[in-house]
């Protein structure tokens, strides 16, 4: 007889086999879990830094310097009109003034009505 035929107290045989590895599905998905957790962030990261810069274009767009060609030109629109007013007025008493009309095609226009 070998000692492994006998039960011990408390009926535990001792050519019992150990027993097998369970895995627990916890740390997969505990691992699928933070996988997601870290993309979601990256995407709130990205959101957050489009925010940004969409708001920087907005204030560029707003800012002064943006608008400052838009006035300057009609300033320069300004002074011409009031230089072919100018020289329409003087073509009939200057000859210089009547060669720069008919040399440039200086007329008259009805002005446009600016919508406001």
Do not use: H
Request: glycine content about 4%; overall charge negative; proline content about 5%.
């Amino acid at each position: 007889m070998n000692a492994q035929d006998f039960d011990l107290p408390g009926g535990l045989a001792t050519d019992a086999k150990p027993a097998e590895k369970s895995y627990s599905p916890f740390w997969a998905l505990l691992v699928v879990s933070l996988t997601l957790i870290c993309i979601q962030v990256s995407y709130l990261a990205d959101d957050s830094k489009q925010k940004a810069q969409i708001q920087e274009i907005q204030k560029q767009l707003n800012a002064p310097t943006v608008n400052a060609p838009m006035t300057q030109a009609r300033a320069i629109g300004q002074v011409t009109q009031a230089i072919g007013y100018e020289l329409l007025a003087l073509s009939s008493d200057s000859s210089e003034a009547s060669n720069i009309v008919a040399e440039f095609n200086i007329k008259l226009n009805t002005p446009l009505q600016s919508a406001k």
